[in-house]
Every structure is written in C-alpha cells, then in structure tokens.
C-alpha cells in the first residue's frame, strides 16, 4: 500500500507546528511528509519589527529549520511554491520541479495590503521578513548617517503607516532606538521626527480605549506624532501625501515610509485559483479550503471568523499555532483512519502588545495589563511558541530573558 | 603689555601637537592660545580605512579635544574658519565672528582631489571625515541588505578609485570586513566583486616593488581585482566608466565607488588668496606662509620638499606631527625674545601600509617589513599618535591592543 504524502508549504508558526506535531505522531511508515521553504531557517514574524528598528539582531529573529524538524521523517525542499493544481493535486516550485502530494497544508503567510494606494509599493518599506527587516534597519542607520553630510531634515524623518499591532509595536522600538542612533551619528534628539500616519478614528482598533490612551501617551512621551484618522493619499520619493479636510492634501516629507497597516494573503491562493477574499480563504470549520477535500489552509491564508463579533479574527501567531496543531492531529486521525474533529475552535488566551523592550499593553486571559507586567508577560509569549515547536532548548538558544528591567 | 595671540587652526595631528606643545611651554601669561576645531574631536585621519570599511567603530577613531587641550590654557572655539585676512589679521568664521591674530597656525587637513573627473563629487564617497566614513560604512551595509531584496549584483561591487596609500588599506579591511557581511547578509562570497582601479603603472607607487608586489598578491587572494594602469573617465549613478585601450571605455557597474585617489590644500588657502598649488602651501624652510611672517602652515595643507629626489613629501600624519612640533618651538622661542631654527627638517621614521587587521607592509627605520611583524608596527605606529598628542591614558583609551594574531 502507498504511504500517504503530506505536503506543507511554509515553515512559519503555522508550518512548523503542523510538521513537528506530524513528526511526533506518525511513524516513517504512516505517511511521508515534505516541507517546503524559500528559506532554510525560520523567522519570528512577531519579533521582526524588533530586528527592523534595529534594536534586536536579525540572527536572533530566526533559527535553522534543521533544529526543530526531524530528518528521518521530514523531506525538506528549499523553495518556493508559486502555484498550486488542485486537480492534479501537484505544487509548481520556482527551481522547475513538481511535487505531488495526497494532503497539502498552506501554511504560507501573508504579504503587505496596500489597498491600492499609489506609490506605497515602490516607496515604502513593508516589515515582512527577515531581508526587508534588516533592509529598514539600515535604510534608517544610513539616513542618519547621511544627515551629517547633506543635513537634510527629512533624513530624520520617519513615517510609520498604520497604528495597528505591528505599527505601534514597531514606534515603541524606534522609541528605544532613536537615542542610541542619535549618539552614535551625533545628532541632537529634537531632529528626529517620527510621525504615525492612521486612516481609523482610533489607534489599535479593536483593543480596550483606555489601554489605547496608555500607549499613544507613552509613545507620545517618546516622541511621537500621531496623525489619527488620516488617510496616506500616496507615497512619493520625497515622503507621504496625507490627506487634510475635505478636498485638501499635505505633504511630510520623510525619506523613511514604513508601511505597516495591512496584511492580505499570500499571492499563491490567487495564483492556484483557491477562492479568496484579499488572497485569504474563508475555510471550512476544520480549516479544508472551501470544496477541497484534501487542502489545509492555516495561519495569515486563512480566514476564521469570530462569531461573537462576525468578523474574522486578526492573523496571529497564536491562531496559527493552534491551527496548526488541530490539522496535524486530524491528519493523523484521517491516515488512521480515525474520525477527524469536526471544528477548530479558537483558544485565545490574550493579546500583548509591546511599548518598547520596557513597557506594553495587553489583555490576558481577559484581564487588562500594562508596564512591566505587561512586558514580561510579552516575552513569556515569545518564549513560548520558542517552546512549542522548538522545545527547551531552542527557547534558551532563542529565547528572550531579559524578562525584568 | 599685551599679550601675542595664537590662533591654531585646525584640530588635526598637527593643530593638536601644535596647542599641546604650547600648552606645555608657555604660561597664562605668556600668550593667548586659539584652538578653532569644526568639531569637539579629534579624529584619527590614518585609521578612518577602517571605520569607513566597518572594521572599527567610529567612535573609536576619535577623542574629545578636551581631552588633551587644557582649557585654562586654550580657548576652543568650536566652528569652521572661511577665510583668513593675512592684512588685517584676522579670520572670518562660519557663524559669522571674527577672530583677530599675532601668529597663525593653518593645520587644516586636506579635500579629496578628484582631477576634474566627470561625477566623482557626485557619485563617489571619499574617505575624509568620520561623518563621511559611517556614510560609506552605512551604505555598504544598505547596499548588502538591499540585494537580498532586488538580487541586483552590482549591489555587491564595490570600486576603489587608487591604488595609492589609503585606496589599498581600506582594501585590506575591506578583504577582512566582507566576510562578515556575507554572514551578516546571507551572500556567497563569490556574488561580492571588489574592483581597484588606477591610474598609475603601479599600485602604491614609490614604495619598495617587492612590498607592492606583496600587497597585491595578498590583496587577491581576498578577491580583490586590480585593474592598474587604466584611468576613471567618469562616475555616474550606475557606477564607472574607464578607459580601455586608444579611444574604448568600458562601463563597470558598482553600487559603491569610493574615492581614496588624490588629496589637495583645504579650500581656505585658495579662498584666502594664499600662494599656493592645488590648495597646498609650497612654504618656507622654516613653515611660514611665502610672505607672511605670521602665518604657519603645516599638514595637508602645506609642501615641503624631499630634496633627495625633488619631489614633495607625502601628507601623512608623521610628518604632520613633525611640524606642529617644530612650528610650536619656534612660536615659543618668538615669544620669548630668542632665535628660532632656520628650517624644519623632516625625520622619516619609516611607513607602514595596513593590509587588514593582520597584514601589513612598510618600510621602518631603512628596513623592509611584512606580515605579522609590520602589522605589529602599524599598530604601534598609530598608538605612537595617540602617545605623542594625548600620554599613556589617551593611548590606554583609544590604542590598538590586539597586536599579535
């Protein structure tokens, strides 16, 4: 009898927990599984706008896959999957080749939303991966540098677009950032101007009001400006366009744009013709993608609504985890035969957003947490999906424990 | 009866051996000392190779000028000198004061001497000042940062226009330095092309072949490419163009062209109306300004020539250092109502040439030195420097320590 062939495409939260957990559960003669990867490592998307500001090393962002994946009953293929046929159930790879597979999880991750707004693409940076991290650190280490040569003010300027999750994450790490860059390239603080440009009437949408006021005043006191409930008309080489009332534009210049408002699906759902909503699949309750028996989609890809509120929830790494963990275990039911679980069911144990490496804001376990509690609370969740797929010794290799300031 | 005053120009090797010489032997009341510095610091000139390539902090290249000038002796005055009255004696500065003197001291540095070479100013970065070596260091950072974005393999060549003194020993870290951004940038080191061009029928001419011969080899061995004899037509923003044969030119696309090919006086000399041949002062035995009795110029600025061959002097540090020395004797004996000397004579101790961090070539006391031993030397070479301006507790804090590998 032929093995079963589970194909996973993308080692991120999602892909590496669905492996690690088939590889724990099936034996080499169960089923034959293939993971594949543009990059041999996999990177914390949740730390990167730490690596992005420059205030973590982009090597500590990331591991080896080979650390956590068993090579005795994993296949890896480095590359990357630009297009599915669900009919003939074959994956098309970048270097030419084709895999077949029987089950495929999509664990692939999202790109950056622009909404179609005219030059973000080409002038904005977007916080993503591992390269574009490391590129926006360094764009700004050489705007800073440059300043000293051409002393252009809008070289201090930077734009963060969007007052979401990773925005305000990311202005709290410019917030620590700032001071060292201005040391080092002898610049006096009050040059820099750091401004958030967001389109909602509020910052961080969705989270408590008061626990919002928390963080804008503290990065306010950082120095940031926030431009609430403005929308970024364009992106252009010299800065931003905002829009101002009813008919009126302004112009900030800022040779530093930042994009970090918007994440649709990855390209390959379009591409593959899977049916999609900005490149995401509204999957079924046990995660298949709506008419394909046999194809996962989990993490940024998928779509899961939050019935309370009828709307979807936002793509977390903890989504992708758990939905990573539900498909693994009913993979294993279906090769053996067992009856799979009807319904993923979202387990959310809280939201932390940090302020910096000092400071952050939360709910857990519905309780609302700020401060140092908050913080420390924010590195045990980093620590802890470290530990769920790594185990003990990759979150001491990885992990963060400068737990207490 | 009214005190002589000195006004220094310039915070260099020579300005800062000059003031420290005075400081030593003149009295509160002897002399009014000016020490007029576009900056607080000092910078190590000889070692900015090193900073520019990545391979030494920018920080480390430099110390407060409060740390070896005396401020109950000297006045500093932190802004840049335009120009100099030599009739009314006086020098008008950028932030629009003006300072009268008895006796100058022009100890300037000098400007990049780009030969009239169509884009260099433009489109190349020269290794003249700490602010322009962390924008060269920054921008090759960017330049490996961004190929993993958009894999444009120019990205990844980097031109040094020279082949002359500082054009080989920022190869030499360079050759050290790349290594680590590949590691940094995920790069295969084949992808990273480094292209010396020169003008001359030789690398470093004026040195001993068998050292140049030693340099080159060594240098391609870490993959640098030479193209000796083969002149810069132009910079433009994709990168060079030379000549190639007769009439051909042949376009070499680099991200990063550094300049490191010519040196000329500080614009102040020209804009001053000072006599001069390329910004530099052919001076007088004893360093004075043809005509001035009052003014003193040493450094870069200033041409003394070797008799021995008819041809001038290199700039360098050593001599620099030589003639603050001397110019600070001989302003001491003035004021003291006793004769000074005749005329500076130049005390050649020897050249050392960086290949890297562990490699050197050079020419000490008569004798020729490589590898190991001359890498020993440079290094006590530019501890001397800190020595000679500041005593044992600037070299304790600023010196090169690792000197065996």
């Not at 730490?50 to 500590?60: F, K, M």
């Not at 800073?144 to 002393?151: K, V």
């Not at 990773?166 to 610049?187: A, S, V």
């Not at 400006?225 to 992106?235: D, L």
């Amino acid at each position: 009898m032929r093995k079963p062939k589970i194909v996973v495409l993308g080692a991120g939260y999602g892909g590496l927990m669905t492996v690690t957990r088939l590889q724990k559960q099936l034996g080499n003669n169960d089923a034959d599984i293939v993971l594949v990867n543009k990059n041999d490592y996999h990177y914390e998307t949740t730390w990167l706008h730490e690596a992005s500001a420059g205030t973590l090393s982009p090597d500590q962002v990331r591991y080896d896959i080979a650390n956590v994946v068993a090579r005795s009953k994993v296949d890896f293929v480095k590359d990357t999957a630009l297009k599915v046929d669900t009919e003939a159930k074959t994956i098309q790879l970048e270097k030419g080749n084709e895999l077949s597979y029987d089950y495929l999880v999509i664990a692939l991750g999202g790109a950056p939303e622009t909404f179609g707004i005219k030059g973000l693409d080409k002038y904005a940076f977007s916080i993503t991966n591992v390269d574009t991290a490391r590129q926006i650190r360094e764009h700004i280490e050489y705007q800073f540098a440059t300043y000293q040569i051409d002393q252009k003010p809008e070289r201090l300027t930077i734009v963060v677009g969007g007052a979401g999750f990773t925005g305000i994450e990311f202005l709290g790490e410019l917030g620590n950032r700032i001071p060292e860059l201005c040391k080092e390239y002898d610049i006096e603080k009050d040059m820099v101007k750091v401004v958030c440009v967001e389109a909602a009437p509020t910052a961080l949408p969705g989270f408590d009001p008061e626990l919002v006021e928390y963080a804008t005043a503290l990065l306010e006191r950082k120095n940031v400006e926030f431009r609430i409930g403005t929308a970024i008309k364009e992106a252009t080489p010299e800065g931003i366009v905002v829009a101002k009332g009813e008919d009126d534009t302004e112009e900030i210049k800022a040779s530093t744009v930042v994009w970090a408002a918007g994440v649709r699906g990855n390209p390959i759902i379009v591409e593959s013709g899977i049916e999609n909503m900005r490149g995401r699949v509204k999957v079924e309750p046990d995660l298949r993608a709506p008419g394909l028996s046999d194809v996962f989609v989990i993490g940024d890809c998928s779509l899961v609504i939050n019935e309370e509120i009828n709307r979807p929830y936002p793509p977390t790494a903890q989504i992708a985890m758990q939905q990573g963990e539900f498909v693994a275990n009913n993979l294993v039911s279906l090769i053996n035969g067992k009856t799979p679980v009807n319904a993923f069911v979202y387990d959310n144990k809280g939201t932390v957003c940090s302020l910096g490496d000092d400071d952050a804001i939360g709910v857990v376990f519905g309780k609302k947490v700020t401060g140092t509690k908050a913080s420390f609370m924010k590195k045990m969740i980093d620590n802890r999906a470290l530990y769920m797929i790594g185990g003990v010794s990759l979150t001491m290799k990885k992990g963060k424990f400068n737990l207490l300031k």
